[in-house]
């Protein structure tokens, strides 16, 4: 069957996803994103910020051709890294794009010296909290009031040791389970 009109332009879910550094050329597209959904979106101006901290910090967007379907960072200090954002577009929820989004972050992690990983989910956020237990992540209990915007509590949730064979293992049965090239960070240590 010939494509339509919408699919031979390039449109709707069609086409591969991938993973690439966030840069100021898609900030326009992620700030767009970060209003949609959180309450208390980051400004422009505090992800440039962020942007400029290489030493321990990772951005990524997740891209349907030119189109930004995703982002996510992480920040490592002390061999932890602490996931700080992973965001999806509405329209492209439950098609992966945020598992690549958790590979790619874990991956520049172990790469910027993490050897363990954290981050707080909102107690109500069922969807994220089963994203992250699909990694390996457990809930190491709830901070109460942590949301400064209605107060509610926050998760707490660990995956440790990441470089651990069965660690990565798991991490990149999830990218392979969405068709996700595997980063050489972790593969290199899984069996
Ligand atoms: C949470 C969020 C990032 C998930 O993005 P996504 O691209 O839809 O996630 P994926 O498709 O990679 O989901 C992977 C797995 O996580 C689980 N999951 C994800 N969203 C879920 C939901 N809403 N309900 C139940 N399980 C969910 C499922 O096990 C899913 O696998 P499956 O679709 O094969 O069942 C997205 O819903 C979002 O941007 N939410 C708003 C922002 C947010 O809450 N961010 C997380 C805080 S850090």
Redesign the pocket.
Known sequence: MRPGRREAAGGGHRGAVRVVPMTLRHLDAVTALERA??PRPWTRATFRAELDKTEDRAYRVARRGRRVV?YGGVLVGAGEAH?L????HPT?????????LVVELLAAAVELGAVDAT?E??ES????E??YR?FGFDSAGVRPGYYEDDGEGARIMWLHDLAAPATAARILAEADR?GHPRPRALAADAT
């Open positions: 959904v959180y995703g996931i954002t992973v965001a999806v492209e929820r439950r098609g992966g794009v945020a598992t690549r981050l989910v909102r956020n069922a969807g994220a089963a994203l699909r969405v």
